[in-house]
């Protein structure tokens, strides 16, 4: 997710083995393949261009090449780019094989400590105040935990429009910077989370994985 040891050791053989790397940044797949001795080529592969690139890898798969799809920090197509990229590689007949790796929804989960059967990963609420809050109150009786994330620029927005909307006796686990160096997890009442970001000199810093505990 953020540390480099994250990765395994099935997706650096295929890495090693194939003949390009589609990546959302081409600047952090190189840092990565880097730092593990890839000499792949790499293609941008992101959201403003997924189709047309989509378009590239299956015409090199036509001609029997072998090509990896990498997302920066998780997996791609779950709150990355690359749903569009399987779709369309599978419609013109290639399989497609997932590796299982890094997911911060699933790192975030591990240590949350909730004792909920079920969660809900909603992963990037809107970013509009009006349809943020909609959304919020659709989730609100949904009987299971609900994990987002959310950019630091957005963090305490949607803490206190969770905190306001959803009953305050549920718990939050806030974690950030999943895996990296200054990664911190920390679980309170609800109700208690915006004030914690707010005396938090850090809480714009770093992305946000939010649990949220089903309702009692």
Same mark, same amino acid.
């Given at each position: ?9 099935? %997706? @650096?053989? #295929? ?29 941008? &592969? ?6 047309? *690139? ?20 998780? #997996? $791609? ?10 779709? %369309?590689?599978? +419609? ?11 997911? +911060? +929804?699933? %790192? ?8 909920? !059967?079920?969660? @809900?990963?909603?992963?990037? &609420?809107?970013?509009?105040?009006? *349809?943020?809050?909609? %959304?919020?109150? !659709?989730?609100? $009786?949904?009987?299971?935990? &609900?994990?987002?994330?959310?950019? /630091? ?10 905190? #306001? &909307?959803?009953? /305050? ?7 950030? !910077?999943? #895996?990296?160096?200054? !990664? =911190?997890?920390?679980?309170? $009442? ?13 809480? =714009?810093?770093?992305?946000?994985? @939010?649990?949220?505990? *089903?309702?009692?």
């Amino acid at each position: 997710i953020g540390n480099l040891g994250d990765i395994t050791l099935r %997706a @650096l053989e #295929t890495l090693r083995g194939v003949d390009l790397v589609a990546c959302e940044d081409t600047r952090h797949a190189r840092h990565l393949l880097d730092h593990h001795g890839i000499r792949v080529p790499t293609l941008a &592969l992101h959201q403003h261009n997924e189709n047309k *690139a989509a378009g590239r890898l299956i015409g090199l798969l036509g001609d029997g090449r072998a090509v990896a799809l990498v997302s920066d920090a998780g #997996t $791609p197509g779950v709150s990355d780019p690359g749903a569009r990229t399987v779709a %369309a590689v599978r +419609a013109a007949g290639f399989k497609v094989i997932p590796l299982p790796g890094p997911n +911060a +929804a699933i %790192a975030a989960m591990s240590a949350a400590g909730l004792a909920d !059967e079920r969660f @809900l990963l909603v992963g990037f &609420l809107p970013a509009r105040v009006g *349809a943020r809050r909609t %959304a919020i109150g !659709e989730l609100a $009786p949904v009987n299971a935990a &609900l994990v987002f994330y959310e950019a /630091p620029h957005r963090v305490m927005e949607t803490v206190v429009d969770l905190a #306001t &909307l959803l009953e /305050p006796r549920r718990e939050i686990v806030i974690a950030r !910077e999943m #895996t990296k160096m200054f !990664e =911190q997890i920390e679980r309170m $009442p609800l109700q208690m989370a915006p004030t914690w970001l707010a005396v938090d000199a850090n809480h =714009q810093r770093g992305e946000f994985v @939010l649990v949220v505990s *089903a309702p009692q």
